[in-house]
């Protein structure tokens, strides 16, 4: 059974910075393509960054400088570097998986980050 399970959120003051992890399990990991999702309240779900088997990384463009992905294969775990939060990142983020070679898509159950002062 894959399971995905997010870490690291909180309340974070404007200018701060978090980490979150995500630790996967029940998968071959090096064999899916790790991402970051996020949805603000009354938005819609939005990529925030995505790393390939391959260890390439894809950002929004608006996020691209700010926020870092980085995954280690064998702690089964990828990772969201944020700096310099701003209010508009306050979103609950979420962990996505998606098999590189079967398409099947897994969703951690998210973990709420609010930047306010």
């Known amino acids: 059974q894959v399971q995905l399970v997010e870490s690291g959120g909180g309340l974070v003051q404007p200018g701060g910075s978090l980490r979150l992890s995500c630790l996967a399990s029940g998968m071959a990991f090096g064999l899916y393509v790790m991402g970051w999702y996020r949805q603000a309240p009354g938005k819609q779900r939005e990529l925030v960054a995505s790393m390939s088997t391959g260890g390439t990384p894809n950002y929004a463009d608006s996020l691209q400088g700010r926020f870092a992905i980085s995954r280690d294969n064998a702690k089964k775990t990828v990772y969201l570097q944020m700096n310099n939060l701003k209010p508009e990142d306050t979103a609950v983020y979420y962990c996505?998986?998606?098999?590189?070679?079967?398409?099947?898509?897994?969703w951690g159950k998210g973990t709420l980050i609010s930047v306010s002062s």
């Open positions: 996505n998986a998606r098999g590189s070679l079967s398409g099947l898509d897994f």
